[in-house]
């Protein structure tokens, strides 16, 4: 089954941003559940064939999420957000790094602040992303790592998810 969902990602090279914006055929409030309960994180936030697991959560304006991608070998890809500002179903922002397994960020990679927006589009919910990041190098490096095609493939798992909720 393929739909017509809005799916842009925009690389703006003066900014330092990525704009990743996607529809999804569900309710804003279900959307944003997904995008911040940690069971539902866990089925859906990493690109197929790796899954994701939650070490520790706790969404509030200064709280974090604590997580690894996992590669079906067990080799993980460990990540922390921390939560910066909070506006129910509306938005949030976040710092995001990559880090290790005891939450030390790695220094080495690029970190972006995100501002993940969720707007009604009819019966659909959109999601707008805006990833800004400190140097034009980092947004370069995280293109080259293949972000375009890791989000496309992310957010494929949200709408699998999506229809099992749905029904």
Not at 132 to 144: A, I, P, R
Request: proline content about 3%; glycine content about 4%; charged content about 25%.
């Amino acid at each position: 089954m393929k739909n017509n969902l809005q799916f842009d990602f925009l690389v703006d090279k003066k900014e330092n941003t990525l704009t990743i914006r996607r529809e999804f055929l569900a309710d804003r409030q279900l959307i944003w559940d997904c995008y911040t309960k940690s069971e539902l994180l866990d089925k859906w936030f990493a690109p197929a064939p790796l899954t994701t697991k939650t070490k520790s959560m706790d969404f509030r304006e200064g709280g974090h999420w604590h997580y690894a991608m996992v590669e079906p070998n067990g080799t993980e890809y460990w990540g922390y957000t921390t939560y910066l500002k909070i506006k129910p179903i509306d938005y949030y922002t976040s710092l995001d790094a990559f880090s290790n397994a005891e939450g030390e960020i790695n220094k080495d990679l690029p970190s972006a602040e995100w501002l993940v927006t969720f707007i009604d589009k009819g019966e659909n919910a959109l999601v707008e992303t805006i990833v800004t990041y400190k140097s034009l190098t980092d947004l370069e490096q995280v293109v080259q790592m293949g972000m375009e095609q890791g989000m496309l493939a992310t957010l494929e798992k949200l709408d699998q998810l999506l229809l099992t909720i749905n029904k």
